[in-house]
């Protein structure tokens, strides 16, 4: 026991050594002194059991009580030690937290998610194509005639090669048509690009959903059914819709979709023009030569296909005015719809 406490004293002088101890050296002196298994203090705290009583309660008190001494010495090296790093860095340590940047979808993924989840409950695969296609893809197999004015309307980025970007997400359809036979119902989003302005309604990239069915005896039926069901899972079970004659090379008829304005329901406001409708997407029958191009047999086959952009789409939603706004640097646009369908992930 005598040991014990003169022990104790000898390794009460280590604490002097605390306050000049820099950030290397301290971890070391306290391993040394408080460590778990070979610290010199805790060696003497795992003896204490072996005593008598009367030498446990005096020499347990002792090194209990330098313990404390020592655990305080310790914590306030550290603390001096990092206000001495923060004084360097300019670091405020008295200023309040932030809130953790949590992270989100994209309002247009999140928008492009659900789209593509309704048409997954009507039979829907999801398929993907790339982005920088050949102009067989992205307009011959489409039946565009070579220099045709429907290709000047989707000028491209052109690349090395014969590639270009694609200016729509139709390319799929072909690339689907080519490895899978009918019967085909797939949706196809992706990145899109165009010579166009950046300005309210138009950005140079942009998203698109493709959709595409191939089957025996499908008719324009079950394209308005479809569409129809689709937008009123989307926009609210009261909403209606209505199709005009289009005009695209890869359909035949060709139709684009309004659907009544779901921000003002139909009554008119900025968001439609004051029309009560909003323009949703274009689709149509697809052309036998489209099927032909696929070696799909265009006599026994009949197909119908959609395209839509799920950045109009949400800004006929929400009423956002600007199509710009979903890309600018600063989040505080996008945070506010951190919570929209499913929320940030
Ligand atoms: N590819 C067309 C565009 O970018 C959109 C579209 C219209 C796709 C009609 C279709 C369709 O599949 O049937 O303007």
Not at 53 to 77: Q, T, Y
Request: a negative charge; aromatic letters at 10%; glycine letters at 8%.
């Amino acid at each position: 026991m005598r040991d014990l406490l003169a022990a104790l004293a000898e390794l009460r002088e280590r604490l002097k050594e605390i306050p000049q101890a820099d950030e290397r050296r301290l971890p070391d002196v306290k391993t040394e002194i408080l460590g778990r298994k070979a610290g010199a203090l805790t060696r003497i705290l795992g003896q204490v059991p072996q005593l008598d009583p009367a030498s446990r309660k005096e020499v347990g008190g002792a090194a209990n009580a330098l313990k404390r001494e020592f655990e305080a010495a310790f914590d306030a090296r550290e603390r001096a030690l990092k206000h001495a790093a923060a004084a360097v860095s300019g670091v405020d340590l008295t200023l309040p937290g932030r809130a953790a940047w949590r992270g989100g979808l994209h309002l247009i993924t999140q928008v492009v998610d659900e789209i593509c989840d309704i048409f997954r409950e009507l039979g829907f695969t999801r398929a993907v194509g790339p982005e920088a296609e050949t102009e067989w893809y992205n307009f011959g197999a489409l039946n565009f005639p070579k220099d045709h004015p429907a290709i000047d309307a989707q000028d491209s980025f052109y690349l090395d090669g014969g590639y270009l970007l694609r200016t729509h997400t139709s390319p799929v359809q072909v690339r689907t048509m080519e490895q899978y036979r009918p019967p085909i119902r797939v949706v196809s989003p992706g990145q899109c690009y165009r010579r166009d302005p950046f300005d309210p309604s138009h950005s140079p990239v942009f998203e698109q959903i493709e959709g595409l069915v191939v089957d025996e005896g499908v008719s324009f039926v079950d394209l308005k059914a479809t569409l129809s069901a689709w937008a009123r899972r989307f926009f609210g079970a009261e909403t209606r819709t209505r199709f005009s004659p289009s005009y695209f090379p890869f359909t035949e008829p060709s139709a684009d979709m309004q659907a009544t304005c779901a921000v003002c329901r139909g009554a008119g406001c900025p968001t439609c023009k004051h029309t009560g409708w909003i323009e949703i997407l274009g689709s149509g029958m697809v052309h036998p030569a489209v099927l032909d191009n696929c070696k799909i047999d265009s006599e026994r086959y009949t197909g119908f296909a959609f395209g839509m952009g799920p950045a109009r789409i949400a800004m006929a939603r929400h009423g956002i005015p600007d199509i710009r706004l979903f890309f600018e640097s600063d989040v505080q646009f996008l945070a506010q719809f951190a919570d929209v369908a499913g929320g940030a992930r």
